[in-house]
């Protein structure tokens, strides 16, 4: 599954050069850019990115706070917000049709119904003086037009395929009610509700403790496989998109520096980032183990982007070429793409 | 809720007797009553005679206990001066003041509430700019001065209204949007600030993900939330109305209680001063245990047991 859906879809810089989509993919994006307008400036939070995710694919979206993971989630939504942020050039093409320069209503029909969303924080991502029931009726009765009564009725059966004990006794509680893993798969019944085609899980797992992320990983899955949507599982944690994903793309500094299917990426990285990334993951089977290395350095504040390639002032085997252009993201075997000027130093590694 | 609601209600007699304490004290430490209503040709024997009437030989913490004997009989004493009972005085007042009081906070919730929602919307654009600083400015406007502008503006001039007193539907325009401006304002910023608070909470962009609109989102999920502090203002304001309803009440002439608490001030009427102190003491706080129950039927956390 995992090596299909890659094989599928032909390396980025295919697109670009000829900045065609790929019509049998679910979700086709290219040339994606999205521009921030802040008090002190304007600049890029997503720059040129494009990816395919293919029906009932799971696609893991790695990087850092400011990558621009989250940005592209709420582009493809297209909920950016709206005095700040905009879409200012590229295409996302869902389902055979660019949602880009799509009017509100279009969209409105797609989000919630063919696109669910989950986010970080489930504490914050209901409203509080609402219940279960009519939060997750509003979106049943909205798409799928249903009455108060079938849509209970429905809100319950969800409430049970997210495995919430005593899901009719929920539908009246308040979301404070619950814990934090309870309402994750709340959420996570509210984006499934319409099963949707897509779903868009921003760090589903991050505000919660280890074994309910665990529980709730499991859950996705489950229901990944149950229902067979594509997922885009947007993570800063390798260990989750190893558990879970087919095919995982690295972001840093608003552009995807590494694409490759889960096992690829985890045997030959071929970007010093992902290198980066994966040594400063621990390893289970060693009994005491060393000190962990860190990437040196932080992200560039995106008002003062380096020249070149973004990651080149953090990157050990920078050189003139990284400091003079933004190295392209090219091909290096069938369904991995690297965007490094020294991929051969890096796999030999 | 209701078992806090009745906790309240059984408090509610404690706060009721201080306030009936210091208005008796005050009104007899700062004149008296005989030299207002007996004027300078009355007799000895007739000022004697009033003042064992209304016991002011006594000294006063006895004339407070004999007034207090009285009043949990249902007794505030005659009215001096209209000379019927004073709770009665008050009560065939209270409903012009309720229906002056109730009409203005109508328009200021209303209005207040979506100006607001307006500035928040349209945050920073040109409706929000004018709408928050008109609603700045209008903090600072006397309501007197106001009232009277009105007046001449809109009774003088125009002809369109009447200048005073209490009739058809035209009477009350002028006087309940006097009233209304009072708290206006406050309403306007305040809604403007929670909804522009809320707007940016998660549960915002979650209800946008599940494809509800944006006017449905801020209808639906972002003005409930935002409710409760416009509540609590309400709640701490209703004083505040009460003391613009005399004032307003006063400049149009308006038949309220307000008006009748001036008059009665003045003319040291005890029993009406205490009857009406009352029963807009009991008004008030039935208005905040009705704005901690409505918060509470709101949301859900603040819920007691």
């Not at chain 1, 991050?206 to 499991?218: H, K, P």
């Not at chain 2, 209600?9 to 700062?30: D, H, K, N, Q, Y």
Request: glycine share 8%; proline share 6%; charged share 15%.
């Amino acid at each position: 599954m995992a090596e299909d859906g890659v094989a599928h879809h032909p390396s980025q810089e295919v697109h670009l050069a000829d900045g065609a989509t790929d019509v049998r993919a679910l979700l086709s994006v290219r040339d994606l850019t999205v521009e921030f307008q802040t008090g002190q400036g304007r600049f890029d939070a997503v720059h040129r990115i494009g990816f395919d995710v293919a029906r009932g694919q799971v696609l893991g979206v790695v990087g850092e706070s400011g990558s621009g993971k989250s940005v592209t989630a709420l582009a493809l939504m297209r909920l950016l917000p709206d005095q700040a942020a905009r879409i200012s050039g590229g295409r996302i093409v869902f389902d055979g049709s660019d949602i880009v320069p799509m009017r509100e209503a279009e969209m409105r029909r797609i989000r919630g119904r063919r696109i669910g969303m989950i986010f970080q924080d489930p504490t914050t991502s209901l409203n509080p003086i609402f219940t279960i029931g009519h939060q997750l009726r509003e979106g049943l009765r909205l798409h799928l037009g249903l009455g108060r009564a079938a849509a209970s009725r429905r809100a319950e059966e969800l409430l049970g395929l997210v495995r919430l004990p005593s899901a009719r006794a929920a539908l009246d509680k308040y979301p404070h009610e619950l814990s934090g893993g309870m309402r994750q798969r709340v959420m996570i019944a509210m984006a499934l509700a319409c099963e949707p085609q897509l779903l868009i899980a921003d760090e589903p797992t991050t505000a919660l403790d280890v074994t309910t992320q665990a529980q709730i990983l499991e859950l996705l899955r489950d229901l990944q496989q149950q229902m067979g949507m594509a997922i885009m599982l947007i993570t800063h944690d390798l260990g989750v998109v190893a558990e879970f994903a087919d095919a995982v793309q690295v972001m840093y500094a608003g552009r995807i520096v590494e694409r490759a299917s889960v096992e690829r990426l985890f045997a030959n990285p071929a970007h010093p980032y992902t290198q980066g990334l994966l040594h400063s993951m621990p390893a289970l089977e060693e009994e005491d183990p060393p000190l962990l290395p860190a990437i040196p350095g932080m992200v560039a504040s995106p008002f003062a982007m380096p020249e070149g390639c973004p990651f080149h002032p953090r990157c050990a085997l920078a050189s003139d070429a990284c400091r003079a252009a933004v190295p392209p993201l090219n091909a290096i075997a069938p369904g991995h793409s690297a965007a490094c000027w020294h991929v051969e130093a890096v796999m030999a590694a | 809720m209701l078992a806090y609601a009745a906790r309240r209600l059984v408090i509610l007699p404690l706060s009721l007797f201080l306030v009936v304490m210091v208005t008796f004290v005050v009104l007899r430490l700062t004149g008296n009553p005989v030299d207002i209503f007996l004027d300078v040709t009355s007799t000895p024997e007739q000022v004697a005679a009033l003042t064992e009437k209304l016991h002011l030989d006594e000294p006063i913490p006895v004339q407070f206990l004999i007034f207090l004997r009285d009043l949990v009989q249902g007794d505030f004493g005659q009215s001096l001066q209209f000379n019927e009972p004073a709770l009665q005085t008050v009560l065939q007042r209270l409903g012009g003041t309720l229906q002056l009081a109730g009409t203005g906070l109508l328009l200021a919730i209303v209005l207040g509430v979506t100006l607001g929602l307006v500035c928040a919307v349209w945050r920073d654009r040109l409706a929000d700019l004018v709408i928050s600083s008109l609603a700045v400015a209008g903090q600072s406007m006397p309501s007197f001065w106001l009232g009277i502008l009105l007046i001449q503006l809109f009774a003088l001039n125009l002809g369109w209204l009447p200048t005073s007193g209490a009739g058809g539907w035209r009477h009350i325009i002028l006087p309940a949007i006097t009233l209304a401006t009072i708290l206006l304002p406050n309403i306007v910023l305040i809604t403007r600030a929670s909804v522009l608070e809320m707007s940016g909470e998660q549960f915002v962009i979650a209800a946008r993900a599940k494809g509800l609109s944006r006017l449905r989102v801020l209808l639906t999920h972002v003005l409930p939330v935002s409710l409760n502090p416009l509540l609590s203002f309400l709640g701490i304001q209703i004083g505040t109305l009460m003391g613009g309803s005399i004032i307003t009440e006063t400049i149009f002439a308006w038949p309220g209680v307000g008006r009748l608490m001036l008059t009665s001030i003045s003319n040291r009427d005890v029993p009406v001063v205490e009857a009406g102190v009352l029963v807009i003491a009991i008004g008030i706080a039935l208005t905040n245990l009705a704005v901690d129950l409505l918060q509470m039927l709101i949301d859900p956390r603040i819920r007691r047991h």
